[in-house]
């Protein structure tokens, strides 16, 4: 069975892949530390982070937080692990980061 995945911004998938490969291709577009400058690809990721927020657990931290700002694309770094992402830049000044495979998958239905 397959999952669609629906944005509160009307865009539209009827594969959860559909989706997954949409976002991969956007986070492939930007360079690491260069802000989501398309005004399409910002409000495809606003439209996801929202989604994002409403379907987290209550004890995790919340995205958007006080208001979102930007969106950029970032190296994550771990203990020997590396990755390009999504970071959420707040109106505050604060960022968090952002998995677009985690917000896709709660948007699945």
Known sequence: ????VMLQNGKFWLKQSDALAHFKAMLARY????IVSDSQDHDDLRALVVTYDAGRPADM???IGVGLSHFSRELNHGDKW???GFHVHRQDGSSIDFSYIEAVKLASR
Not at 1 to 4: A, D, E, H, Q, S
């Open 1 to 4: 069975m397959t999952k669609k």
């Open 31 to 34: 360079a690491n530390g260069e």
């Open 61 to 63: 931290e919340a995205k």
């Open 82 to 84: 590396r990755s390009a």
